[in-house]
Each structure stands twice: as structure tokens, then as C-alpha cells.
């Protein structure tokens, strides 16, 4: 099973350093109020205006500082953390914020940005730094919008893009175990209520630009919080995973052209799978039949993706970060 190595680390920190402060070209999520709103987009976002938008800048940011903890001795440790004490700043955010007080912007970002702004500052928390204490603010606006959201969000998103719920409840519940303890019994209690009488998962996917597998991120959620009743639920959810079906949760996507940002969304996919699959293994144990199938799904994956996560800015400006969940967890 392939795993995180140094040279891993370099390759994509390198990578996401180029362009975490690469303002052009930028996809702005925004609603403008007003003509005053027609501005760059450093001067909407002072910290997460690169990396081709705000979600991407986020995760690319909780790449480089996991990877920084990681490879604490490796050149480009350096330069991650200079870069971070002079970006992730009590300013900084706090022009942040202000964008999140904008008119218009409650739905800023939902759901796939808020948590990985979570996920940024359980990483930045992990730090002897003063990054986590100026991130703080910002993490508190976000779960503050989940507490909000998740009670009148009446059916799931199971959908293979940015709005996946289950992919934003797991970077979400991670946060919460050390800072938001109410946000993981809201957030367990909405993932039974969606998904616990899931049955036999037809799992019709991919759509053309879809780099999560919501049969997969249902099943890994799950797996996060039913602990010892996640077999038998999983064993319902997908009862014929032994015999690797259905067969498209097992086969690796075809990506036509990775200069196309939507069909590049299909080596995400690759890498947000393994990273699932082997959630879902380590979650049923060794004596279970899908562990082995699962395991070599999670390989067969990573192989397929993971020589593309460089090359092409379409790609390059955030599959980095999938690659690093993929090889080393959340």
C-alpha cells in the first residue's frame, strides 16, 4: 500500500506554494451588492484570494501546514511556515470575516468551504504558532453556520461535487471532537436521520465532473460515527462489495483531458475513493470480507490518480490536497 513519503511532501508543497498566492486566474463566489463589489479579489479575500478560488486557497493552506508537521525537516518546512506567519494574521482574517458579514453571503461557500476552513484550523491548532489563535474567529463564523444549516437542510446532498454533505460532516466532525462538542451530536444525529435506513446503494456514478463518490462519503461519514455498528450497516448499505459491486465504485475513472477543470474533477475522484476505501477498511477490520477488495479498490485508485496531481493548473491548483488525504487520512 503506497504511503506519504518525503518526497511526496516536497512534490506537493512545492506545487501549492506557487500558487496559494497566484491571484489570476480566480473564480470569485460572489454577489454583488453593488458596484463597489467589482474588485480584485485580494481585496475581497486578504488571505485566500490564489490557488483559482477560495475553497482551493483554504485546503491548500491545511496541505502545506499538515505537510509542514509532518516533514518538519525538510527545506521547504521553511518556507511554509514563513509564509504562514506572515499570511494567518489577526488582520487578515478579520477582513475575512468581513466578507462573510457581507449581504448575500450566508450561502457563501456552503458547504464544502466551511469545512475545509475547519479542517484548516484543527490543522493550524496542531502548531506551536500563533495560527490557530488568529484563525479562530473565522472557524467559529463557520461552525456557527452549520449549527444553523444543518436542522433545515430536510433532505441530503448527495451529490459528487462541492455541495456534498457527507464529505463537508466529516471534515466538519473532525474539527468539532476537539473545539465544537454540540456540533458532533447535531452533525451524528442529521447523518442518521439521512442515511441510517440507507439499503442496497445502486451507487450510479460518476457523473462527467464529479470528484467525491457520494456512495463512498455516505459510507465513510458513517463509518466515523457508528463505530462497532458500522459493519452490519455497511454490509446492507453495499451487500455485494465482496464481489465488487457495483463495479463502478471499484474502476477507476477515465479523464479525457485534464485541461478541462470539470473533467479534472475525475482524478479527484480517484483520490477522494482511496482515501474512503481505506477508511472503510481500517473500519471493518481485518477478518471482514471487503477489507482485502477494499484496500486494493483504495490502490487501484491512488495508481490512477496520483501521477496527475501536478501538470496542469486545472488539476494542479488543489489536487494535492486530495492526494494527501488519500495517502495519509485526515
Known amino acids: ?32 451588492n453593488g458596484p463597489e463589489d467589482a474588485r480584485p479579489p485580494r481585496e475581497h479575500h486578504p488571505i485566500f484570494h490564489g490557488s483559482f478560488d477560495w475553497h482551493s486557497c483554504v485546503h491548500g493552506w491545511w496541505q502545506i501546514l499538515r505537510l509542514a ?61 500563533p495560527w490557530a ?5 473565522l472557524a467559529a463564523a463557520f461552525a456557527a453556520r452549520f449549527h444553523i444549516f444543518l436542522p433545515k437542510l430536510t433532505y441530503p446532498l448527495r451529490v459528487g461535487t462541492h455541495f456534498n454533505i457527507s464529505f463537508a460532516l466529516l471534515l466538519a466532525r473532525h474539527w468539532s471532537e476537539t473545539h465544537d462538542p454540540a456540533l458532533i451530536t447535531l452533525i451524528d444525529a442529521r447523518a442518521r436521520d439521512w442515511f441510517a435506513g440507507d439499503r442496497d446503494c445502486q451507487a450510479w456514478e460518476p457523473g462527467g465532473d ?67 476505501w481505506r477508511a472503510i477498511a481500517a473500519a471493518l477490520g481485518p477478518a471482514h470480507p471487503v477489507t482485502p ?15 496527475h496531481v501536478t501538470g496542469d493548473y486545472m488539476g494542479e491548483h488543489w489536487l494535492a490536497s486530495f492526494a494527501l488525504l488519500a495517502l495519509d487520512g485526515l
Open 210 to 276: 464529479e470528484f467525491l463518490s457520494s456512495a463512498l462519503t455516505e459510507a465513510h461519514l458513517m463509518a466515523a460515527l457508528l463505530g462497532d455498528d458500522f459493519a452490519g450497516w455497511f454490509d446492507a448499505f453495499l451487500p455485494r462489495a465482496a464481489q465488487k459491486q457495483p463495479a463502478t465504485l471499484f474502476t477507476p475513472a477515465t479523464v479525457s483531458d485534464r485541461s478541462d477543470g470539470k473533467i479534472a474533477h475525475l482524478d479527484g475522484l480517484g483520490l477522494s475513493r482511496a482515501w474512503s
Open 1 to 32: 500500500m503506497t504511503h506519504l513519503t518525503p518526497d511526496h511532501a516536497t512534490r506537493f508543497a512545492t506545487a501549492t506554494l506557487s500558487h496559494l498566492g497566484r491571484e489570476y486566474p480566480y473564480k470569485m463566489d460572489l454577489v454583488l
Open 69 to 129: 508537521r509532518r516533514f518538519p525537516d525538510l527545506p521547504i518546512a521553511v518556507d511554509i511556515r514563513a509564509r504562514a506567519d506572515e499570511m494567518l494574521v489577526p488582520e487578515k482574517v478579520a477582513g475575512e470575516l468581513a466578507f462573510l458579514d457581507r449581504p448575500m453571503s450566508a450561502g457563501f461557500e456552503r458547504p464544502y468551504g466551511w469545512a475545509w476552513l475547519l479542517a484548516l484550523h484543527a490543522e493550524a491548532a496542531r502548531h506551536d504558532a
Open 293 to 307: 477488495v477494499a484496500e486494493a479498490a483504495a490502490q487501484r485508485h491512488l495508481a490512477a490518480a496520483l501521477p
Open 133 to 137: 489563535v488568529a484563525l479562530e474567529p
